[in-house]
């Protein structure tokens, strides 16, 4: 019996170190067959973030923007991928593409400056700086306040107008964008020449990085802003008017 015993667990234990080994030999297998994973290409190891310093840097946050400061988190800006194909199907003809920053940044600069005449005219209809700031006509006049503006106009049929200005605004700024995929236009991201006033003619490049830098961080303001007074005078009737609370 006790021989019978010993030769059953010699067999298993035979058993257990063969499926061991495989185990092994499959798991090492399966390691060194993996593919270069893609985080290795989006960070810079040995650097910290400048806004996060318990993250690496995301790579393409290396300085060369105005305003950067190192803060992306999720390492977005470091996505390889082709934006071009949003504005014109890549079916149409090859272009060199936009990279992810570019983007980015175009509509960083975009959602800035339609936040920062967001947040002024939110406050200059509801009376923030005096008196109501408002079309002329009874149909503006007698509005309550911003915040009940948007249902009231699309009902008027104000924000049909609005919308259509809004598509064709972006359907000719688009245009600016293929011309970049297409290597035709060497352009700043959301530079579209528009200085009217000369704010940076005769300006040096330092001098004009601060004038940049002004606009992205005032923009930057601005988004927090306009999402903090919306989402204040939307907490009830009581919040509707200024000051909003």
């Known amino acids: 019996m006790m021989k019978l015993s010993a030769t059953v667990a010699a067999m298993m234990a035979v058993s257990a170190s063969a499926f061991s080994t495989t185990s092994q030999t499959s798991s090492s ?78 509509a960083e600069l975009k959602h800035s400056r339609v936040s920062m005449l967001a947040w002024f005219g939110w406050l200059a209809t509801d009376g923030a700086f005096g008196f109501p700031l408002r079309f002329p006509g009874e149909i503006y006049q007698s509005i309550p306040n911003s915040y009940n503006a948007h249902d009231i106009l699309v009902d008027q049929g104000s924000m049909q107008f609005m919308l259509l200005v809004v598509a064709v605004l972006e359907f000719t700024s688009s245009a600016a964008l293929v011309q970049v995929s297409k290597g035709e236009l060497d352009r700043e991201a959301g530079d579209f020449g528009l200085d009217p006033l000369g704010f940076l003619k005769g300006k040096s490049k330092e001098e004009s990085d601060k004038m940049k830098l002004r606009e992205i961080n005032n923009g930057r303001l601005a988004m927090l802003a306009f999402g903090a007074v919306s989402t204040q005078a939307a907490l ?9 609370f």
Do not use: C, H
Not at 45 to 52: C, H, Q
Not at 72 to 81: E, V, Y
Not at 236 to 244: I, R
């Open 29 to 106: 297998t399966s390691l060194n067959a993996m593919p270069d994973r893609l985080w290795d290409t989006m960070v810079e190891k040995g650097e910290r973030s400048a806004s996060v310093p318990f993250l690496p840097r995301a790579k393409a946050l290396d300085g060369s923007y105005v305003g950067d400061v190192g803060f992306d988190p999720f390492f977005l800006s470091s996505i390889p991928k082709n934006w071009a194909g949003i504005i014109q199907p890549p079916s149409w003809e090859e272009t060199g593409g936009i990279d992810t920053l570019y983007w980015m940044r175009e």
């Open 236 to 244: 009830g009737e009581a919040t509707q008017d200024f000051p909003y």
